[in-house]
Structures are given as C-alpha cells and as structure tokens.
C-alpha cells in the first residue's frame, strides 16, 4: 500500500481536461510545498512534470498544472492530447521523518 | 546534457548481496543530492534512498534501513548502492534521479528532473 493514494485510473476525450487527486496527511502533503508530479510512459524512465505544488520545470507544456487543498494535491491536464496517455505519480516530502513519498500511480486513458 | 547511467543490477538468491552503481555526466555533481527511486514489476515508484551532495547526510525508507547503503564518490562523479540481505521484494528497476536546483540549493526532497535508464534487480528465492 503506498504512502499517498491515488485513483488507479482516469479517463478523458481529447480536448477535455481531466484532474489527478494525490491524498496524503498533514505529515506530508498537509505540511510540504515539495510536492512532485510525474509522468512515465511504459519502459521509460519518469519525467518531472510539476515541482513544488504548482511549478513546472521548463520545457513542461502549460497543459500541465498542480494544485494543493489540506492534504489533497492535485494535477490538471488541459486539452488532452492521444499522447498524454500514460501513467502519472505524485510524490511528497514527509518532513516528520525525513522520508519521500510516492503515490501508488495513476493510469490515464485518452479515449 | 545532464545524464545519468546506472549498472550493476542482476539475479541474484534471496539473502545475497549487489551493488549498483550510476555513473553521473553533464553537470557539477557534487552540487547535487542524488536519489534511488525503485520500481516492483507492475507497480509503482518507490523512493529507497537519498545522499547530500557532499555525502554526509543520508537518507533511508524503512524498507531498506539496515539492510542498503547509499554513498557516492565525488571524485569519480558515481553514485552507490550497497544492497545487502535481498528479498525477494526488492525485485525491481532501480534508477538513480538527481532532484532540481533552486537558488543554488539542491536538496533530495526537491524534484527530480534528471532520470537514468534503471537498472533491473531479481532476487530469487
């Protein structure tokens, strides 16, 4: 069972936005702005999409948003593209124990 | 360009032992943290460990604690893990990650926007 949850899978038309919740506690997304995002596609390594609850590193198309409420962080992709079709992990720093945490990972569907 | 090449993963029986190694290029290393994040076949990400750029502090999921050693050694820009007493649930993909810089800081809890390949670790029982 992973630190964060996260549902197992979403699905979107493309055009539409769909939204990814990551809920964890007030030890870790509750108390951190080092909350992460990434995508990875089958056989691939993870890339970084969203770094401290809402930035995106350069090169990250604006499609791509975070968001945190309480112990909720969430990511929104906008215009769905057939390429956004692939797997999606939160990550959080736990600073009551100086740990780093992943969600157990999203799968998302563009139909 | 940032670019980071782990090794040294492999079968091996349940109790053994294996070090991995990732060979670093393309950016000052010691100014970084480093980071193994794993991944069980079909399952998600998981973070193992964590090393300070300078190698002082370490960082351990409870997992692992006691049982795996992160170290590094700066003069050879290479990144270690020392896994020791292997089960069978340390079967995985193992990458090494450098994590962001900001404002000339870097800390293993940061991002990170660097990625090796991985390297494959089975542990048979």
């Known amino acids: 069972q992973s630190a964060l949850t996260q549902p197992a899978s979403v699905s979107g038309s493309p055009g539409q936005s769909i939204t990814i919740s990551c809920t964890g506690t007030s030890s870790d997304i509750g108390a951190s702005n080092y909350v992460s995002w990434y995508q990875q596609h089958p056989g691939k390594a993870p890339k970084l999409l969203i770094f401290?609850?809402?930035n995106r590193p350069s090169g990250v198309s604006d499609r791509f948003s975070g968001s945190k409420s309480g112990n909720t962080a969430s990511l929104t992709i906008s215009g769905l593209q057939a390429e956004d079709e692939s797997d999606y992990y939160c990550s959080s720093y736990r600073s009551s124990s100086s740990l780093v945490v992943f969600g157990g990972g999203t799968k998302l569907t563009v139909l | 360009e940032m670019r980071l090449v782990e090794s040294g993963g492999g079968l091996v029986q349940a109790g053994g032992s294996l070090r991995l190694s990732c060979a670093a290029s393309?950016?000052?290393?010691?100014?970084?943290?480093m980071t193994w994040v794993r991944q069980v076949p079909g399952k998600g990400l998981q973070w193992v460990s964590s090393?300070?750029?300078?190698?002082?502090?370490?960082y351990y999921a409870d997992f692992v604690k006691g049982r795996f050693t992160i170290s590094r050694d700066n003069s050879k820009n290479t990144l270690y893990l020392e896994m020791n007493s292997l089960r069978g649930d340390d079967t995985g993909a193992y990458y090494c990650?450098?994590?962001?810089?900001?404002?000339?800081?870097?800390?293993?809890?940061?991002?990170?926007?660097?990625w090796g390949r991985g390297t494959a670790v089975t542990v048979s029982s």
């Open positions: 401290d609850v809402s």
């Open positions: 393309g950016l000052t290393f010691v100014d970084y943290a």
């Open positions: 090393i300070s750029g300078g190698g002082i502090s370490t």
């Open positions: 990650a450098k994590p962001l810089a900001i404002a000339g800081h870097s800390y293993y809890y940061y991002g990170m926007d660097v």
